[in-house]
Structure formats: structure tokens, C-alpha cells
């Protein structure tokens, strides 16, 4: 035997000799990006620069785009999509897909305007009712989805209809309820004081620098893989390039009339960074998030490793109906109030678009809850710059379904590349 | 039949029967797996090679036998008591997540924790460390996705993710089947060293060059029953394949033919 161990270790040995801990300079590490990109794996890139298209694009086209006024507005149109998105994310993480999430929000909006308006009951109550709902209604479809065994598709499709009916039947035929809550109403027409908002822009930049410094001290104390030193530093320069400029931008008075200044951050965002804060942390910091790629990756292997495979698949839609019901209620303090067509129409395709365009796969295993933003900016930008060139509906519509077909090829050809080159 | 100068079985199986309705599957199989030993489980399709493994990881429950680990009675019900005993198997399918990489997937369902967070540090410190252990140096990282590995390296992360658990006996099916020649040598050299540090490995292989490599015992399975089991240098390489096929060569094996049954 030892004939065969001392020929057979130097053949071992040529094949990979040493497990490197850390990519030693930021050029190796931008060579190393590159080869990912090469590969196949371009996460949220093609997002990013179709971002900074459609701002040269449409700043060309329109003087009014880049104004401090419109990126107010622009931004509280992608909140509601954005929230929708990050909860399709672990859905779509499962490779499942749940179509019924736009209108699952209209559902949730629509009994929390009717519990404010009907039942008197305070703000808070409504939305915890709404929330309640949504996750009823996710634990239906996962139930279906998961126990019964019925594709996610035709469950939620199914829904789909369904809801439309029960909000239909809420509000009554033709009618809408207002949304006059002053919370409710003023979580997108109203603005965080210029101060607090700069605090809260400090606050979230120095706690993500202070976390990833932190981080990288323990790894390399303890000798483990880590990303170079200037990699973060770029990392948390972006961080605060992008935090304090939106901040700043919104810190101009935005206001056409002199006499009633309009400054500040709209509540909605803050909104937005908490929720993608929170599920960041879930699907990368907990057993719960692991378990969720790990199901949605290789659901044999899961089962094997003892996780409950039926158990995450129902979770999962119950986190993508409770966030439609947060995104419906974001929905309606935008537009003022709740009405039967709300949710339906082409607000769950933004969605899903928003999800694949930031880099999430619809095939399962791959995605993050940041995609969800970046993917809901880009396609409200769409929706926001075509609206300034006044162009007919029918134009939104097209432009916005090549964008969702384009997202979604690009994650099937690059899936392909992946797997041509073995990269995740 | 030999069997002096042998140490106390680490597992040990006697009389094990099992069948699918009215297919008898096992016939009073006796099994045995000494610590630091490298017993290969051999027979032909449908001989039982699988459900045999089945049954000691304790996804089938058998009809009758019994079982002691490290001479003790032991019962098992279901695949935690067997991981309980440290009882591991490592499937042909591998059973990695393609997304994750080789930390996630070592840990796969007993990720360490501090508090609410996963402790990716623990985690990859005690990953290196197991595949430092076993002299594992085919992987270029422990962080990359196990997407990018070869099927050499992947049956390698799903074997150190079944020692990682201080187990006792792992049994491995058919790790090499799927290997080219380079690879299937790492994977051998790799059985070998779990044997070395004191481990019961049961190798479940077609391969007759590899399990005369590596393999201290033959066990040979027939239509169900036990064979042969011998010492590896007892036999020739085509009384094990008479032994497969026939089920008895010269001396050796059922001596009905065993047909019978």
C-alpha cells in the first residue's frame, strides 16, 4: 500500500496544492470579478449599467428627469415595487413563482383602508391586519404548493383570480376606498426632517463600515478566507457614495413654490432600507436563510441534511404574501386609495422583473433581497422617464415586457455559461 | 471464515433479514466492520448491496437480526439514531447543494450558531481542519461554490462532510464510479486515510482493482445472503468474481448454491 500512497500524493498534489485564504491585491481581485463575469456569474452588473442607460437615456430626452422633484417621485414609485420584489425573492429562490402577490397586496390594502375608514380602528391595527392577511393567504398557497403538490404556477395563477374577486367583493363594484390616514398616507407624500435624515444616512454608512471592518478583523485573526483590505474599502466607499448622495439629493428643496418647501427624504425609503436591512440579514446570517438556498439549490441534499424541505417551501409564501401586503399598503399611500383593479394588471410583472433584472435567478438557488432594489429602481425608472416623454401607454407596456423578456434571458444564457464553466 | 487475530467489531450485524412484501430481500446476513479497516461490500445487482446499507443506516427497518456497536446491543429506527452512533453514509448521488459552497454544504443542516447568526468563522476554521486532517489538498478553496469542483473533489467534500461529525463508521457507495483515473486515485488514497485514523469504512464498489487496493475484508453478498467474508489477502481476484457470480468458489461460499432460496 505504501507504494501506491507515495505515487499516488504527488498526483493528488498536481492538481490543486494549496487552499488560498485570500486574494492577495485588489487587482487580483478585480481579475478574479472579471473571470466570475466571463463565466457566466454577472449578478446585479447588467442592472447597474442598464440603470445608468436609462439615467443618460432619459436625462437626454427630458429636462424635467434629473430634477430633485422627480427623483423624489421616482423613488416613492419604486417602493412599492421594490418591497414586492424582496418578497418574491425567496420565493423565486425556491425556483417557484408566485404570481398571485400583486393582487394578494390589493387584498391586504384594501382591509386595512376598510378597517381605518369602517372600523375606525388606529393605523398600526390596520396594518397588522393587513400583514395577518397576507400571510394567511401565503400559507394557503404554500400549503397547496408544498403539500398537495400543485406547481406553484397554477396555484398562484389560480389566486390571481381569486383575490381579484375578494377585493372586488371588499370594495364593491366601481367603487375605491380612500386612503386618508395621515400615516398611512404620509409614508410617500411626506418627508423625514432634513436633519434626522442625514443622521439616519451617517448612521446606516458608519454601522456598515463598522460591520464589515469587524468582520474582516475576526477572519484575519483566525486565518480565514478573506477579501483584501482595499476591496472593502471600495465596498464602503460605494456604500456611502450612493447613501449620502440619495440623501443629499433629497435634502434640496424640491418645491415649485417658494412659500412651502418640500425637502427631505420621503418615509417610504427609510421603509425600503430597514425591510432590505432585515432580509439581507435572514437570507445570509441565519440557518433559517441558509436552509432556504439550500432547498431551493438541492431539495434531495436538504432532505438528506434533515432540514424540512415542505416547512421552508410554505415559508417562503408566506413571506412573499405578508411583503405584497406591505407593498399594497405602500401602493395605496401612493395613490390615495385602494380600488378593485389595484395589484392586478402589470404590477406583479414589474415585480418579478424587478427580482430577475437585479440579478436573481428563476431557476432557484441564487439571488439576494438587494436585487429586489436595485431591479424595482431600474424598472420604475422605465416607468418614470416614459411617463415624462408623455408617451401612449401602449409604449410602457411594450418597453416594459422586452426589459422583463431581456432579464430573463440574460439569466437563462448566463445560467448556461455558469454551468459551462462551473461557476455558482 | 477466519476469524482470529480480528479486533471487537466496531459494528456488527448478525442474522439480519428483510423483505419488500414478498420479495426476501437479505437472508440472515451476518456483516461486520472493524475499526480501522477497510471492508469492501461486494455482489451483483439486486444481491442486496444497497438495501444492506440501507438497513444499517436505518432508513429500512429489518425484520429480525441484531445489531451491536462496539459490542453493545444497539437498536436503530431511523437515520438520527444511526447518525446518533456515528453512523455516516455517504449516497452515490452526493447530495451537495450546487450553490453553496464547500463550508455551507459540510454543514449543511448542523450549521454551528452564535446566538442567531451562523458562525461562518467556527465553521470554515473546523472545515480546514477537517480536510487538513484527512489531507485533502485537491481543493483550491474551502469558500469556492461546489459548483466548480470536479467530481473527484465533490466526492471528496461529501466524505469529509461525513467525518466531520467524530463518526465512527462510514460507509461509502460506490464513491468512484463516476471518476476518471486521476480522480478515483484520490478518492482510494482518501478511503485509505479515514481507515488509517481508526474508523470503521465499509466500500461498496464494482471496481475489483479498487476494492483489492484498498480493502482489508471481502464481504460478498449472493441473492441476498452472505457468501464469503474473508481477508482480502486470502482470496484471488477471481474467486471474488466466482464468489459474486456463482456465489461459492472452491471452499469458499454458500455451500447450497443458493438458488433455492
Not at chain 1, 279 to 293: D, I, N, P, Q
Not at chain 2, 89 to 116: H, K, P, S, T, W
Given at each position: 500500500m505504501t507504494s501506491t500512497e507515495t505515487s499516488s500524493s504527488s498526483l493528488a498534489e498536481t492538481d490543486f496544492a494549496v487552499d488560498s485564504r485570500q486574494v492577495a491585491t485588489v487587482g487580483q481581485a478585480f481579475t478574479a470579478y472579471g473571470n466570475r463575469i466571463r463565466g457566466g456569474d454577472m449578478g446585479a452588473l447588467p442592472a447597474v449599467l442598464g440603470l445608468i442607460v436609462l439615467f443618460v437615456v432619459f436625462s437626454l430626452a427630458s429636462s424635467s428627469f434629473l430634477t430633485a422633484l422627480n427623483m423624489a417621485n421616482l423613488i416613492t414609485q419604486a417602493g412599492a415595487i421594490c418591497v414586492l420584489a424582496m418578497g418574491l425573492v425567496p420565493v423565486l429562490l425556491m425556483g417557484?413563482?408566485?404570481?398571485?402577490?400583486?393582487?394578494?397586496?390589493?387584498?391586504?390594502?384594501?382591509?386595512?383602508?376598510?378597517?381605518?375608514?369602517?372600523?375606525?380602528?388606529?393605523?398600526?391595527?390596520?396594518?397588522?391586519?393587513?400583514?395577518?392577511a397576507g400571510m394567511v393567504i401565503g400559507l394557503a398557497i404554500g400549503l397547496l404548493v408544498a403539500k398537495v403538490g400543485i406547481p406553484s404556477f397554477v396555484v398562484t395563477l389560480a389566486f390571481f383570480l381569486a383575490l381579484q374577486g375578494v377585493t372586488l367583493r371588499l370594495i364593491g363594484q366601481g367603487g375605491s376606498v380612500r386612503v386618508d390616514d395621515p400615516v398611512i398616507r404620509g409614508?410617500?407624500?411626506?418627508?423625514?426632517?432634513?436633519?434626522?435624515?442625514?443622521?439616519?444616512?451617517?448612521?446606516?454608512?458608519?454601522?456598515?463600515a463598522a460591520l464589515t471592518l469587524l468582520?474582516?478583523?475576526?477572519?484575519?485573526?483566525?486565518?480565514?478566507?478573506?477579501?483584501?483590505?482595499?476591496?472593502?474599502?471600495?465596498?464602503?466607499?460605494?456604500?456611502?457614495?450612493?447613501?449620502?448622495?440619495?440623501?443629499?439629493?433629497?435634502?434640496?428643496?424640491?418645491?415649485?413654490?417658494?412659500?412651502?418647501?418640500?425637502?427631505?427624504?420621503?418615509?417610504?425609503?427609510?421603509?425600503?432600507?430597514?425591510?432590505?436591512?432585515?432580509?439581507?440579514?435572514?437570507?445570509?446570517?441565519?440557518?433559517?436563510?441558509?436552509?432556504?438556498?439550500?432547498?431551493?439549490?438541492?431539495?434531495?441534499?436538504?432532505?438528506?441534511?434533515?432540514?424540512?424541505?415542505?416547512?421552508?417551501?410554505?415559508?417562503?409564501?408566506?413571506?412573499?404574501?405578508?411583503?405584497?401586503?406591505?407593498?399594497?399598503?405602500?401602493?395605496a399611500s401612493n395613490a390615495g386609495s385602494v380600488s378593485p383593479s389595484s395589484g392586478a394588471g402589470n404590477t406583479l410583472l414589474y415585480a418579478v422583473g424587478a427580482a430577475v433584472i437585479g440579478g436573481t435567478s428563476l431557476f432557484g438557488g441564487k439571488g439576494q433581497a438587494r436585487d429586489a432594489v436595485i431591479g424595482g429602481v431600474v424598472i420604475a425608472t422605465i416607468a418614470n422617464g416614459l411617463g415624462l416623454l408623455n408617451q401612449a401607454s401602449y409604449i410602457n407596456f411594450l418597453v416594459t415586457g422586452a426589459v422583463l423578456l431581456l432579464a430573463a434571458g440574460v439569466d437563462a444564457v448566463s445560467r448556461r455559461r455558469r454551468s459551462a464553466s462551473g461557476l455558482g | 471464515m477466519t476469524t482470529t487475530g480480528l479486533p471487537e467489531p466496531l459494528l456488527r450485524l448478525s442474522g439480519i433479514n428483510k423483505s419488500f412484501g414478498a420479495v426476501h430481500v437479505l437472508h440472515d446476513v451476518d456483516f461486520a466492520v472493524y475499526p480501522g479497516q477497510v471492508t469492501a461490500l461486494v455482489g451483483d445487482n439486486g444481491a442486496g448491496k444497497s438495501t444492506l446499507v440501507k438497513t444499517i443506516a436505518g432508513i429500512y427497518s429489518a425484520e429480525s437480526g441484531e445489531r451491536y456497536f462496539a459490542g453493545l446491543p444497539v437498536t436503530i429506527n431511523g437515520p438520527r439514531d444511526a447518525a446518533d452512533?456515528?453512523?455516516?453514509?455517504?449516497?452515490?448521488?452526493?447530495?451537495?447543494?450546487?450553490?453553496?459552497?464547500?463550508?455551507?454544504?459540510?454543514?449543511?443542516?448542523?450549521?454551528?450558531?452564535?446566538?442567531?447568526?451562523?458562525?461562518?468563522?467556527?465553521?470554515?476554521?473546523?472545515?480546514?481542519?477537517?480536510?487538513?486532517?484527512?489531507?485533502?489538498?485537491?481543493?483550491?478553496?474551502?469558500?469556492?461554490?461546489?459548483?466548480?469542483?470536479?467530481?473527484?473533489?465533490?466526492?471528496?467534500?461529501?466524505?469529509?462532510?461525513?467525518?466531520?461529525?467524530?463518526?465512527?463508521?462510514?460507509?461509502?457507495?460506490?464513491?468512484?464510479?463516476?471518476?476518471?483515473?486521476?480522480?478515483?486515485?484520490?478518492?482510494?488514497?482518501?478511503?485509505?486515510?479515514?481507515?488509517d485514523q481508526g474508523l470503521g469504512v465499509v466500500l461498496i464498489s464494482h471496481n475489483m482493482v479498487d476494492v483489492f487496493?484498498?480493502?482489508?475484508?471481502?464481504?460478498?453478498?449472493?441473492?441476498?445472503?452472505?457468501?464469503?467474508?474473508?481477508?482480502?489477502?486470502?482470496?484471488?481476484?477471481?474467486?471474488?468474481?466466482?464468489?459474486?457470480?456463482?456465489?461459492?468458489?472452491?471452499?469458499?461460499?454458500?455451500?447450497?448454491?443458493?438458488?433455492?432460496?
Open positions: 417557484d413563482i408566485d404570481l398571485s402577490a400583486g393582487v394578494a397586496g390589493a387584498v391586504a390594502a384594501a382591509i386595512a383602508a376598510l378597517a381605518i375608514r369602517d372600523q375606525g380602528l388606529p393605523w398600526y391595527v390596520a396594518v397588522l391586519a393587513a400583514v395577518v409614508l410617500t407624500i411626506t418627508n423625514v426632517p432634513v436633519l434626522a435624515g442625514w443622521v439616519v444616512a451617517v448612521v446606516i454608512v458608519v454601522g456598515f468582520r474582516y478583523r475576526s477572519q484575519v485573526a483566525r486565518d480565514l478566507q478573506h477579501q483584501p483590505l482595499g476591496v472593502i474599502a471600495l465596498k464602503i466607499a460605494g456604500m456611502a457614495v450612493i447613501v449620502l448622495g440619495v440623501t443629499a439629493v433629497l435634502s434640496v428643496n424640491r418645491s415649485r413654490n417658494p412659500n412651502f418647501p418640500i425637502e427631505g427624504v420621503p418615509y417610504v425609503l427609510p421603509l425600503v432600507a430597514l425591510l432590505l436591512i432585515f432580509w439581507t440579514f435572514v437570507l445570509t446570517r441565519t440557518r433559517y436563510g441558509r436552509h432556504v438556498y439550500a432547498v431551493g439549490g438541492n431539495r434531495e441534499a436538504a432532505r438528506r441534511a434533515g432540514i424540512n424541505v415542505d416547512r421552508i417551501r410554505i415559508s417562503v409564501f408566506v413571506i412573499g404574501s405578508s411583503m405584497a401586503a406591505i407593498s399594497g399598503i405602500i401602493a | 452512533l456515528g453512523i455516516e453514509v455517504v449516497y452515490q448521488d452526493l447530495a451537495l447543494c450546487d450553490n453553496l459552497d464547500i463550508v455551507q454544504n459540510m454543514f449543511l443542516g448542523r450549521e454551528q450558531m452564535r446566538g442567531v447568526v451562523l458562525d461562518e468563522n467556527t465553521m470554515e476554521a473546523r472545515a480546514r481542519e477537517t480536510l487538513a486532517s484527512l489531507s485533502v489538498r485537491t481543493v483550491k478553496s474551502v469558500r469556492q461554490s461546489v459548483s466548480s469542483l470536479s467530481g473527484g473533489q465533490r466526492q471528496t467534500v461529501a466524505i469529509a462532510k461525513s467525518v466531520l461529525w467524530n463518526s465512527k463508521v462510514v460507509l461509502l457507495d460506490e464513491p468512484t464510479a463516476a471518476l476518471g483515473v486521476a480522480q478515483t486515485r484520490q478518492v482510494l488514497d482518501l478511503v485509505r486515510r479515514l481507515a487496493e484498498v480493502a482489508d475484508r471481502i464481504t460478498a453478498l449472493y441473492l441476498g445472503r452472505v457468501a464469503a467474508d474473508v481477508a482480502t489477502a486470502d482470496v484471488t481476484h477471481s474467486q471474488v468474481v466466482e464468489l459474486i457470480t456463482a456465489g461459492r468458489s472452491g471452499d469458499l461460499g454458500l455451500t447450497t448454491s443458493g438458488t433455492t432460496a
